[in-house]
Nanobody
Framework: QVQLVESGGGLVQAGGSLRLSCVASGNIFRINDMGWYRQAPGKQRELVASITSGGSTNYAEAWKGRFTISRDNAKNTVYLQMDSLKPEDTAVYYC????????????????WGQGTQVTVSI
């Protein structure tokens, strides 16, 4: 079994910062790409940023320059540093990971965390 557990969400005033973390655990052989998505009320889930195992990053245009994705491969952890937060950043943030298990190392599968709420007040 694999678990992705997010933490670091909460309530923050506009202009503030939050750092989200997501730890992957379980029977993991290899973690490939990891990413952060968000889902605002009444909207579809959308990509915020992703990062390869080698550290190459990709950002959706709306969050370039304000958010920074990083990862610690030794800890199976991906981070999202969110700065200069705006009320429109309010959403549930989900991490995902494309990974391979020891029991089926040829198979790449995407797993999701349960989400963490980020609320930005005026």
């Amino acid at each position: 079994q694999v678990q992705l557990v997010e933490s670091g969400g909460g309530l923050v005033q506009a202009g503030g910062s939050l750092r989200l973390s997501c730890v992957a655990s379980g029977n993991i052989f290899r973690i490939n790409d990891m990413g952060w998505y968000r889902q605002a009320p009444g909207k579809q889930r959308e990509l915020v940023a992703s990062i390869t195992s080698g550290g190459s990053t990709n950002y959706a245009e709306a969050w370039k320059g304000r958010f920074t994705i990083s990862r610690d491969n030794a800890k199976n952890t991906v981070y999202l540093q969110m700065d200069s937060l705006k009320p429109e950043d309010t959403a549930v943030y989900y991490c995902n990971a494309n990974l391979q298990l020891w029991s089926s190392s040829w198979l790449k599968k995407v797993y999701w965390g349960q989400g963490t709420q980020v609320t930005v007040s005026i």
